[in-house]
């Protein structure tokens, strides 16, 4: 099996590389990606750079170009339910891009023809993801992710995004991955700890917490990956 582990930031995917210890290092298509082995499976890691174009050529890279056969996430986000604070985790079970609009031919916002407002997420490493959880004596919240190519530091436009799509979190990748993991048939499972509110302090949030939320992250991935290679086995 190939499990692909994916971050936007270098500081995403360092704890990650760094409990791996070794990997062969690949260029290809102006990123680098990681190839390590790990328990007897074989992991392609990579940080995408930050937005829904960049995760989507690396998405697509890591199915299409290292043969892919699930796709984590990890990675930091901002919290759009009051319920979440900095280092908490979201789980997305569906996703949707906010800034995707042409709501004036009379499509709901998100909608594009053919396609649809929400993207599922695989219901099984959901449910995995909730044995994890309760292994690591964790809570993680359940919820909707919303996706677009804009840092949000607004109350207006965060409670927009969270009227709109009934969402808990928000950053600039998970969507976008999860249009090309459900096109090509890969089970996805995105997973983000809080940065910032996506407020005006949002950015200083975000500099203050990015890294220790992005560890926190990477730290349940690992777990995430241990119990779907142990559940592979089965
Ligand atoms: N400080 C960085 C830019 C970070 S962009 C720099 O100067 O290079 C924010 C990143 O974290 C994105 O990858 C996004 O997915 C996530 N994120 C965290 N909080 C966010 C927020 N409030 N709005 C949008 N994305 C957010």
Same mark, same amino acid.
């Given at each position: 099996?190939?499990?692909?582990?994916?971050? +936007?930031?270098?500081?995403?995917?360092?704890?990650?590389?760094?409990?791996?210890?070794?990997?062969?290092?690949?260029?290809?298509?102006?990123?680098?990606?990681?190839?390590?082995?790990?328990?007897?499976?074989?992991?392609?890691?990579?940080?995408?750079?930050?937005?829904?174009?960049?995760?989507?050529?690396?998405?697509?890279?890591?199915?299409?170009?290292?043969?892919?056969?699930?796709?984590?996430?990890?990675?930091?986000?901002?919290?759009?339910?009051?319920?979440?604070?900095?280092?908490?985790?979201?789980?997305?079970?569906?996703?949707?891009?906010?800034?995707?609009?042409?709501?004036?031919?009379?499509?709901?916002?998100?909608?594009?023809?053919?396609?649809?407002?929400?993207?599922?997420?695989? +219901?099984?490493?959901?449910?995995?993801?909730?044995?994890?959880?309760?292994?690591?004596?964790?809570?993680?919240?359940?919820?909707?992710?919303?996706?677009? !190519?804009?840092?949000?530091?607004?109350?207006?436009?965060?409670?927009?995004?969270?009227?709109?799509?009934?969402?808990?979190?928000?950053?600039?990748?998970?969507?976008?991955?999860?249009?090309?993991? !459900?096109?090509? !048939?890969?089970?996805?499972?995105?997973?983000?700890?809080?940065?910032?509110?996506?407020?005006?302090?949002?950015?200083?949030?975000?500099?203050?917490?990015?890294?220790?939320?992005?560890?926190?992250?990477?730290?349940?991935?690992?777990?995430?990956? !241990?119990?779907?290679?142990?559940?592979?086995?089965?």
């Amino acid at each position: 099996m190939r499990i692909a582990i994916m971050g +936007a930031m270098p500081e995403e995917v360092a704890p990650i590389l760094k409990k791996l210890g070794e990997y062969k290092t690949t260029e290809y298509a102006k990123n680098t990606y990681y190839e390590a082995t790990y328990k007897g499976v074989e992991l392609v890691i990579a940080y995408s750079k930050i937005g829904k174009v960049f995760s989507t050529l690396t998405a697509t890279t890591m199915i299409e170009h290292f043969g892919a056969e699930k796709l984590l996430f990890s990675g930091v986000a901002g919290a759009v339910s009051p319920e979440l604070r900095v280092g908490d985790l979201v789980v997305a079970n569906k996703l949707s891009q906010h800034d995707l609009d042409i709501t004036a031919f009379g499509h709901p916002s998100g909608f594009v023809p053919e396609g649809a407002v929400f993207v599922e997420a695989d +219901a099984s490493m959901i449910d995995l993801s909730k044995e994890v959880a309760s292994e690591m004596g964790k809570s993680v919240k359940e919820g909707i992710i919303a996706t677009g !190519d804009q840092f949000v530091a607004n109350e207006e436009r965060k409670n927009w995004i969270g009227d709109t799509f009934q969402a808990d979190a928000l950053e600039m990748e998970g969507a976008s991955v999860a249009v090309v993991c !459900d096109a090509l !048939d890969v089970p996805f499972f995105i997973l983000r700890a809080i940065s910032d509110a996506a407020d005006m302090d949002a950015s200083f949030s975000f500099d203050e917490f990015m890294e220790s939320s992005a560890i926190i992250s990477a730290e349940f991935i690992m777990k995430m990956v !241990d119990k779907v290679i142990d559940n592979n086995a089965k």
